[in-house]
């Protein structure tokens, strides 16, 4: 399936591959990337700009995400107890199997991701917008 198509398995149940990690992938996603701004910036306003306030919009999606999918019937009580927002969370208090989620691990995509991060921190100098 698409790394970009989070419905891509839907035959698999409700929780299954990336929202093991989390309930909301593409929102925690967007917040690591601020997170990331945030910790290239160099002035205050950058770090309010490119970090905090996206950040907080992102908090504020996911909650107000949950609280509509919530009332509307979409997020069901069994997905909501076994997952969670905070990334991880799930997984660190038990409620999901970090074996489970190494079996649903597509290493094609995890090794893109890999392979890509490591371009990214390991790029040669022509490859670099700031000498």
Known sequence: GCPFDFNAYKERGEVFGITRVSRRPEIVGL??????GALLATT???V???GVGPLV?????????DRTMRHSGDLSQTKEAETSVTPFLALLD?????KVLFEELEL?????AVALALLAVLRPPWMRWVK
């Open 31 to 36: 917040g690591f990337v601020s997170l990331g």
């Open 44 to 46: 205050a306003t950058q």
């Open 48 to 50: 309010a700009f490119f």
């Open 57 to 65: 919009c992102f908090v504020l999606l996911a909650a107000h995400s």
């Open 94 to 98: 038990g409620r999901q199997s970090w």
């Open 108 to 112: 094609t995509n995890a090794g893109t």
